[in-house]
């Protein structure tokens, strides 16, 4: 049975904030390594990398494409199984 009172909602929004900053790092560390990775380690790093980012996005997809939804079972059910 559900509470008869509302919830009150409440929002989030220094997580946003710290997710976005989080992106945004993230993504300029990247772009860096990107431009800075062949002067400090070598030629093929470009290569490398978008062959692990490439491999990355692949590996996600097809992970979420096999997820399955998590099985909820009632009081009902579980007193049926004993």
């Not at 800075?36 to 093929?44: C, D, E």
């Amino acid at each position: 049975r559900l509470p008869s009172k509302r919830f009150n909602s409440h929002s989030h929004g220094y997580l946003i904030v710290g997710s976005v900053l989080s992106t945004v790092t993230m993504g300029t560390l990247l772009v860096a390594f990107l431009v800075f990775g062949p002067k400090a380690i070598g030629h093929g790093i470009d290569q490398t990398v978008i062959l692990l980012l490439g491999a990355g996005v692949l590996f996600a997809w097809r992970a979420g494409r096999k997820a399955k939804l998590p099985f909820i079972f009632s009081a009902p059910q579980a007193a049926d199984s004993q």
